[in-house]
């Protein structure tokens, strides 16, 4: 069971190639990485590193798509570049899907930070996945390469295309929760407030299940680098 992680990024030059080294530490599998347009030499630096490294239109869901597009693995794995898995993880996703009837899943978050809410935020993530099996993007989604390609792989938006996959996978037999095995930088609560941003990801949420195009909605959504 060949597993190709793909990663797509926006000038991570910082972290980009310690991220790809955590990868490769996991065990085998291919790692692509498809850069959306970044101006600080983000590529060049993926370039030493990863199996691939190939330019991308920019958007997650674009980026992503062309990253399976070039992949040879029959395993999906979609990492975001301030994500990274401890060891076992692939041990743990190819355990899961061995048994035939589990299409996708995700990984339990541990953010990188001390405080009672970051446990809280960890909870309520992976409460989540559990009662509605929505997986977001920062909690690394795997998925069979032939559900991903059954299912038309990530609808091309400009936010929300990992929940929207996740929706799409529910009657392929939806989202298991692995494992707390994912790392995931706090920069995005740093900067904007724990609650600010917490607000922000539920009033976002809120207004696509009542129809808002994600494409509107992502005028509203600061991404965080």
């Known amino acids: ?5 793909i990663i797509p990024t926006l000038n991570e030059a910082d972290r980009i190639a310690e991220v790809v080294r955590r990868t490769r530490d996991l065990g085998e599998c291919e790692v692509i990485v ?3 347009g970044s101006d600080d030499g983000t590529l060049e630096l993926a370039r030493q590193e990863a199996d691939q490294a190939l330019p991308g239109p920019r958007g997650r ?4 798509n062309a990253g399976a597009a070039a992949a040879r693995g029959d395993v999906l794995l979609f ?7 401890e060891p076992g993880s692939l ?8 048994s035939g009837d589990v299409p996708a899943g995700c990984f339990r978050q541990r953010i990188d930070a001390q405080g009672a809410a970051y446990r809280m935020l960890e909870w309520g993530n992976a409460a989540r996945v559990r009662c509605f099996g929505w997986a977001y993007g920062d909690q690394g989604i795997f998925i069979r390469r032939e559900v991903f390609e ?3 792989g990530f609808p091309e938006v400009r936010l929300m295309e990992d ?7 529910a009657r392929h037999g939806g989202v298991r929760l692995l494992g707390p095995r994912l790392h995931v930088s706090p920069r995005r609560w740093q900067q904007n407030g724990i609650l600010r941003q917490t607000l922000r990801n539920w009033t976002l949420l ?3 299940h009542c129809g808002v195009s994600p494409d509107s909605l992502a005028r509203h959504y600061v991404d965080v680098r």
């Open 1 to 5: 069971m060949e597993i190709s992680v």
């Open 34 to 36: 498809v850069d959306g």
């Open 61 to 64: 869901a674009l980026q992503q």
């Open 79 to 85: 990492l975001h570049a301030d994500c990274w898995l």
């Open 91 to 98: 041990e743990e996703i190819r355990s899961a899907l061995d």
């Open 150 to 152: 059954r299912v038309g």
């Open 163 to 169: 929940l929207l996959l996740s929706k799409s996978l």
């Open 206 to 208: 809120t207004l696509a």
